[in-house]
């Protein structure tokens, strides 16, 4: 059964930057696409950013393009997402999600994504 556990999360300041890692059990990582979401308060879950198995280049959302960047570590089996110039628009909780196999292009929605963590908050203030 596979597990996403996602760390990293917190309070920090507008400009500041945050990595948040997720780490995966339970199957064999770099068999899996990878992705992150994020749902703010009152709002739809939505999609940050996502790689695939052999970790080259991600795919990112508008929103967050030049300010995040998604890696993988297979061999800790870890997915990361650094954050910069943080916003207090980024204020939500964040997810990281899996999706089983290989797959063209970017999977960009929910429903393409089988597994999901719990989520970690991270709070932008202004």
């Known amino acids: 059964q596979v597990q996403l556990v996602e760390s990293g999360g917190g309070l920090v300041q507008a400009g500041d930057s945050l990595r948040l890692s997720c780490a995966f059990s339970g199957r064999s990582f770099s068999s899996y696409a990878m992705g992150w979401f994020r749902q703010a308060p009152g709002k739809e879950r939505e999609f940050v950013g996502s790689?695939?198995?052999?970790?080259?280049?991600?795919y990112y959302a508008d929103s967050v393009k030049d300010r995040f960047s998604i890696s993988r570590d297979n061999a800790r089996t870890t997915l990361y997402l650094q954050m910069n110039s943080l916003k207090p628009e980024d204020t939500a909780v964040y997810y990281c999600a899996g999706r089983y196999g290989s797959v063209w292009p970017h999977p960009v929605q929910e429903y393409q994504y089988g597994y999901w963590g719990q989520g970690t908050q991270v709070t932008v203030s202004s």
């Open positions: 790689i695939l198995w052999n970790g080259n280049r991600g």
